[in-house]
DNA sequence: TTATATATTTAGCCTCGTCTAATTCTCTCC
DNA sequence: GGAGAGAATTAGACGAGGCTAAATATATAA
């Protein structure tokens, strides 16, 4: 089989490749496992060996059709253990990541399939991130536009957060922002800032443009068209 | 911190040494791992290293007082997960064995106390074993007896069964033996054979005298006294 | 087109957990 | 009390994953 390290390689590759949709790099990838880079070439090379991943040297790895599925499995797997630990084990969605991170290499396919029956096979996670099917169908990627792409005046649907950091996902819940909230556009600024009113409330909540940039959201209505 | 490995040894140390009530030998734990004698040598090195047991060359092992909380943790878990996947996630008592030993070792306390918290801190796990509470204490162990200390006529309830053979879990539960269930003793011979009557049922079930005497029964009423 | 900077790979070493083969200790039995 | 038998340990190796330092390939820029 796999070791779970090899696992987060693969899902590191998915991920990069996907926000790049060019060949991985070694650099990259060594930054992101947080290893060097000479660990990196050694592993890619056993896991081009077992056909995982094209590997050409000096020029980065790509996924096969073997290696693809692999992913789709451990991101089920990450994606509906998140749900699952805030909808039924009263985590926090600022604490499941770690957990899922670490669990997702150890549960069964079956374990997966029976969460999901309970949670009535979801869709998105806490997140609002797409969980891959049973038979690893996944939703395409949202309407590329995000919270920095918006106008003063706009109402948006937020439908994704970034997953990764607790602090943040702290922030963005106890102001009221999580997947499906409605939000409207109150300020943007030159020095990169936007500020935003979760609907209903008077509330005004500050973002940078970087982190606004992270989050993906569905216009609704504009002032502005 | 402490790998899988080492705490299914010491895992295996703290079971083998409540059977026997003496020091593990080296060869007993290198057959209980599945591993070559020089692999456990190597391994109790490390751990009495580590302080979780004393070891004592060509002597065996024994856990010390930093390596019984260790295991009683992992045991916590181990049932935990038993009673959880049996309770909520449908699975069946004879497949949850093998699940709970890959799952205990990396879920976090956290998770094991959300689990017992949703199942209302239970006592003890599908086939009867003891579920350490979060600070650790165990209750004692059963009364010695079992299913083969029994006289024909008498009335036992199941205490404990074992939780390693799911051919024999799968035949217990279809013919109605679970922990809890009472049952009468109908025959035993002289060639080591147990049967018994489910309360309430008309069924004869026959047990090897082996497998009836790693079944612990509390006796209700004796023919016999 | 050539020189320099940067990215990547190779070389060589380490720890963990395992193995086989060889050696040494312990225990029993005469 | 000594000879073997049998158990345990030591010696030396390997694969997985990691590291550092050295070598080499690629990219950039003159
Ligand atoms: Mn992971
Ligand atoms: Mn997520
Ligand atoms: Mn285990
Ligand atoms: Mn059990």
Redesign the interface.
């Known amino acids: 089989m796999l070791s779970a390290i090899m696992e987060d390689y693969l899902k590191a590759i998915y991920y990069l490749q996907d926000e790049t949709d060019e060949r991985v790099r070694t650099s990259t990838l060594a930054e992101h496992m947080d290893v060097e880079q000479p660990s990196v070439t050694s592993m890619v090379k056993k896991l081009a060996e077992r056909d995982f991943i094209h590997y050409k040297p000096y020029k980065g790895v790509v996924l096969t059709d073997t290696g693809i599925p692999v992913v789709l499995e451990i991101i089920r797997h990450h994606r509906l253990l998140e749900r699952y ?1 805030t909808e ?4 926090d969605w600022a604490e499941v990541h770690d ?1 899922a991170d ?2 997702e ?4 396919n ?2 997966a399939d ?2 999901a029956a ?1 949670l009535g096979n979801p869709a998105v996670d806490p997140h609002g991130d797409p969980i891959p099917t049973a038979d690893l169908d996944v939703s395409p990627p949202q309407s590329g536009e995000t919270l920095a792409d918006q106008q003063v005046g706009d109402k948006v649907r937020i439908e994704r957060v970034p997953d990764n950091d607790p602090d943040l996902l702290r922030y963005l819940s106890e102001h009221g922002i999580t997947p499906k909230t409605v939000v409207e556009i109150v300020e943007t600024t030159s020095f990169g800032m936007v500020t935003l009113d979760p609907d209903g409330t008077d509330e005004r909540v500050a973002l940078p443009e970087e982190v606004a940039r992270s989050i993906i959201a569905q216009t609704l209505t504009g002032a502005s068209n």
Not at 105 to 108: G, K, L, V
């Open positions: 630990l039924r084990l009263e985590y957990e670490r669990l290499h150890h549960i069964s079956q374990f029976r969460i309970q």
